[in-house]
């Protein structure tokens, strides 16, 4: 029986086995902590967080997972840092459903106590603490680098197939990270302009982790994924666990952009003035009216002449696009 299916039936913790060089622990349902047991002699092991499944419709990071996962099991793949793989919301991802009661990718930094108690609520909250108990273990406190990358994959088409999101952070964003996404062959990063509620600005704001959502393709239902697409985000994540970051970009540089401002429906009247086929990263002409509500219009000003996430149906309260500076 493969992984895919065992993770779909619950049953993937009680069926790995990994070398005598790595210790393994399941600190909650899908979420597994690797530890190599020799650490480097030069300096502490690196700390990662890779999650996938944060919307459960999106499945091409989640078989990417697996396979990150199947290779250290069987000792194909060295392990060099101290590893967490969240594999996060199991029943949208069983499903085959984006979220079952709200988005979870809005819920952290505490955001899900003002939503009522269901199924992405109470993941948030115990991603939270799985996350502290992570950093809380003395080996890992060691350790001096902090990644955290979260794959997705978008709805829509995109002018830029794969893309990071770097969230908002009052430090700087550190060099060598920004010189791993570049490295991985990643389209363009954008950055966030406020605090938001995904998983990635929490490691981010309460752990000073270097993190990102990384959009690495269009989302398709399990099955219909070609991992083909996605060897050189596969590579890269690769070399980080095994302690290498080492490879060097070789398509044009990339581009970079800063989030200007967000359209959040606020009424029912919502009304988003964009083919449903609109890909992410389209440009806008100067003065058009994007979107309208009750007692509000959004239209283009430049230099915010991109939209990225375009969805005009979000519920009520959530984001449906943002409006982007090109930087670069």
Known sequence: MDLLTLLRENKIDNKLYFPPTIKSSWLAEGVLQLLPQSEPQEKPADALIISAGIH????????????????????????????????????????????????????????????????????????????????????????????HLDLHTAIRGSCHEQFALLPYQAREYAADFLQWLEDSELDALVFHNTAGGTFSHFTSEHFNVDSCTLEIG????????????????????????????????????????RVVDAIIKQHDSFQLNLPEDTKNFTELSEGFEIARQQHQSWKIRSPANFILFPNAHVAVGLRAGLLLEKLT
């Open 218 to 257: 269009k989302a398709l239902p399990f099955g219909q994924n070609d991992l083909a697409k996605f060897s050189n985000m596969t590579t890269a994540l690769q070399d980080l666990i095994a302690g290498d970051p080492s490879r060097k970009r070789t398509k044009p540089a990339l581009k970079h952009y």
């Open 56 to 147: 459960g419709n999106e499945t091409a990071p989640v078989e990417i997972l697996i396979q990150l996962l199947s290779q250290l099991a069987q000792g194909k793949l060295p392990l060099q840092s101290h590893l967490l793989l969240v594999f996060g919301n199991l029943p949208a991802i069983r499903e085959g459903r984006r979220y079952l009661d709200h988005d979870l990718n809005r819920l952290f930094g505490g955001r899900y106590q003002h939503f009522s108690l269901g199924n992405e609520s109470s993941r948030a909250m115990e991603l939270e603490s799985v996350i502290q108990q992570f950093f809380n273990d003395p080996a890992v406190m060691a350790s001096t680098k902090r990644r």
